[in-house]
């Protein structure tokens, strides 16, 4: 009985290779041009003293000079804090913001999930501007009014190193989930019915239900937005450099930053496909680390 | 395993040293190759046909809207050669060119900071024009600016500007608190006079600061503007010395950072100041929450007279909660008693090499168009809006048929404040500059930072410096 | 809709719960809507140029001038929507096959380096672009030869990485009995992909669709670098025009930041009875 089964699933999958390859085809050919060519290319460079005229193969030099910078380090610890801070929290917020939109009326969850949707369409540069103005030192910033109601001092958001990290951090929490939103709705509507049903005759109370069938079935979406969110944190240099430059002191100095000096301040564009390198490495681990534990896809 | 690297390394080589052929015959159908091919086929080469490439930022706001124009007026000069304008946005334009040299194929001409062009020749990508052009260009330009434009032996570009930046402070505040400003603009003022003034120009209500003496752009990396224009009023006028030794290391910087904290803590400049802004600081000039400003710019003045014209209009058009200003170019502050010296900035049309050595005819047809950007009816316009001063005589007579809304007296000021421009400094090698703008990238600007919001001392931050220095420049690279 | 147990309150209790998440997701939608706001209400200012920003939650003028200015500004202002447009157009619908497909294969069909290819995918994904930006611009305006073209403007991201990871992810959720039954009724994998697959993953395609399509629209730094005329510039490459040494002309950028905010607003809500349906397995089955 087994054994016609499993002779009938191969039977069934015959030929499914080349299917399997002809689906990825297309996207083969495109990273091999656009995304494997650069790579390559940038681990090469990481060896050389690169130069357009004519590079000069230099060995393990780039990297033993980024072993030995406490710079390097330093921003490999501001990204963790970084992405600790900033992460998990824009997962449960946007998760927690999915199942809240889910009871409501139709045109209610199409309203909601526009607006969240919103602020990723806005320019980039009204986005900065009302942060600055946000985390204006005066007394006219709005977060300094905010806090004042409070009792507490005005504080000097970006400008000192004690709340420069807190900042970038914040900013982060309140913008730009509208991309997670979308996707946990996506999967939530995915999740059959069925299964509520079943939990309903057994009695199970909405917790129950959340954790038993939710949290489980969302886990795939969880992963993949886990995996890029710590990429795109990894690689975060566009809030640093706008908004603090990486100050007070690095307080705020990420690798994105620092691997953008070394390429196009000081032009050591081996060192800096070396530091790119050494933090996929790392960034790689982690990923590995987060399909160990939450790797396994659900199966039904 | 080996086999197979160096099998992907040569394919790579391949790839890429195909690539750079093509590039040079055909990028943007410009490169000297092809038009040298086409010259040699042409015969005599008299009159070959070419074409120039500059990337152009908006220098002015009228700048872009005249591509089109430059581009005929040029080719109606010189019929057999087509200059192709490639436009680019000004905060990004540093990476597409950075971009652009890396990959090999830079554009012939670029506009940038003169600062910009020993990181370039670095990589050997800039092209030295000295021995292309001509006595008369030569003659024709200012040679403080010109200076500018040249790195060790060679020359470059040719400037389009040189801009000082200095201080700026509103007329009627000044005279409020009883500043002399005509005197400050004639012979300058040093920092024990600068501190008194800035502290009378302090407007208290209760508690609440309601205009400081002084506020000055710190956030960011906006911050290192802030110490070089000072230091170099302390006996600094470059990172390093006459003998090329590094000049931070002298007591007078520790005197200048020693007076920075001054000026916060006598409550003349906010505490805030580590995080403020160019916009915000402006908007604190226009709003009349600061008596000075910095880092200040002759054009403005413009600005100033602009939003006073939509006060007047009352339509809601100002700057929210604006008062009227009159904008006052101030001379920086000198320190220990050494001689003014005004940051100078001076950008202008460097040239660029690809991966192959231009043709001579090549080369010096974009000395032509350079020097065509650099000068005359190009130069007068763009200068004009940006009230910066004319820097060659064709500009200069060019322009005296344009109008000028800039004040005498502001123009009298930064003529003085260009007779005390720091000199530039050819003969700092590319290396060692380029190691200077490291430690002030990794060191300086972040202590100063720290300085600024309150967290270290200026004593810790000199020793920090001092430090950094010695682990750079070697005991004997510091000035003692 | 069952994951709240609706059949258990009684209608007053619904009500308090609705009213409770629907003042939730309000006080959190204020935070993010905020730049928005700020980005149309500067739009309605005066077309001057401005020193400085001026910081205020209320208009001090209402005028349409700035819309005026934007299309009267260059002659491309039109033509940098219509770039805009083309490239993000062709990018969405190419990522949305192609990716689809690459997803499927990756997490349903069984084939021989499966594991090893979506690894590598993966991986390149790890790298800052900061790096491979100088190679890749090597290989499309050096090698290929084609600055200023559509084609590079569209050719690197024609399938992302992203979209491949997205699309495999939600589909590893669909039930293998599914395309197990569908092969015993004889469908190819081609048929499986088209009929079957793809209707089921209506959410994700759309999904995927809204978010390249964004992407791509509002990608500044390639296009930057591979055009080099105005013609050819996108918008988010125009916008930056009006932006000066010292001075910016704010309220006709914010106008034009709005209207270039507009096309992915239609895209949005013309997809979103996509977003809202669920898609039941069993309705497919059945």
Known sequence: ?300 | MKKGSRFSVSVLALMVTAGVLGACGSNNGNSPAANNAAGNTGGEGAAAKDTITALLPPVSPTYQENFKQMEADFNKLYPNLTLKIEPASWEDMTQKLDTQVNAGSPPDIAFIGSEGISKYKQLDMVLDITDTVTPEMVADIDEAPLEYMKNGDGLYGLPAYMEVHAIGGNKPFLEEAGIDWKKVQQSGWTYEEFREAIKKGVVKEGDTTKRYGFVFATAGVASKDYLAILVKNAGMPSPFTKDLKYAYTSPNYLEVLKAIRQMIDDGSMPKEISSVDAGKRWNMFLTGQTMITGKGLAVFENSSMKNNEKIDANDGSAVKDSVKTDYVVLPVPTFAGQPAASAAVVDGYVAFRGKKEPTAEHKANVVKAAYFLASGQVAAQTNGDLFAAQITDSGRKASESLPSKQSDYNKAAVQYLLSTAAPARPDIPAELGAKAIKLETEVIVPKFQALLAGETTPEKMFEDVKKAAVDTFGEDGVFK | MSLYNNQLGNPLFKFVRNMILILLLLLFALATLFPIYFMIISSFGDPVEAGAVSYSIWPGKFTLDSYRFFFAFSEHSYRWLWNSLIVATVIMVSNVIFATAAGYSFAKVRFRGSKFLFGMLLVAMMIPYQVTQVPLYILIVNIFDIPNTYSALILPSLVTVYNIFLAKQFMSSIPNEIIESAKVEGCSQLQILTRIIMPLSKTVMAVMAILTFMDAWNTFFWPFLVTNTMEMQTIQVGLKNFRFANTTYFSPMMAGATISAVPMFILFFSLQKYFLEGVTVGAVKG
């Open chain 1, 1 to 300: 009985m087994a054994r016609t089964a499993s002779s009938n699933r191969n039977r069934l999958n015959r030929g499914d290779g080349a299917w399997g390859y002809a689906f990825i085809a297309v996207a083969l050919v495109v990273y091999t041009l656009f995304t494997a060519y650069p790579v390559v290319s940038a681990f090469l460079i990481s060896f050389q003293e690169y130069k357009p005229l004519g590079s000069t193969y230099i060995g393990l030099d780039n990297y033993t000079e980024i072993f030995k910078s406490s710079l390097f380090w330093k921003a490999i610890g501001n990204t963790v804090v970084y992405t600790i801070l900033t992460v998990p929290v824009a997962l449960i917020l946007s998760f927690a913001v999915a199942v809240m939109i889910m009871p409501l009326r139709k045109w209610m969850q199409t309203t909601f999930k526009a607006v969240y949707y919103l602020p990723a369409v806005a320019s980039g540069v009204a986005l900065s501007v009302v942060w600055l103005w946000i985390f204006d030192p005066m007394q006219g910033g709005i977060l300094n009014q905010l806090i004042g109601a409070f009792g507490i001092d005005s504080q000097n958001w970006l400008g000192a190193s004690s709340t420069s990290m807190f900042s970038l951090v914040l900013m982060s929490w309140l913008s730009s989930h509208g991309t997670s939103i979308i996707i946990y709705v996506a999967a939530l509507l995915g999740i059959d019915d069925s299964y509520y049903e079943a939990a309903d005759i057994d009695g199970a109370s909405f917790l129950q239900k959340m954790w038993h069938i939710v949290v489980p079935c969302l886990k795939p979406t969880t992963l993949f937005l886990l995996v890029t969110g710590v990429i795109g944190s990894f690689q975060v240099f566009q809030n640093a450099y706008l908004m603090t430059g990486g100050g007070p002191d690095h307080a705020t100095t990420m690798v994105g930053l620092l691997i953008f000096d070394t390429a196009f301040k000081y032009f050591e564009f081996g060192e800096a496909a070396a530091q790119s390198l050494v933090l996929a490495l790392m960034i790689g681990f982690m990923a590995f680390l987060q399909f160990k534990f939450l790797g396994k896809d659900v199966e039904y």
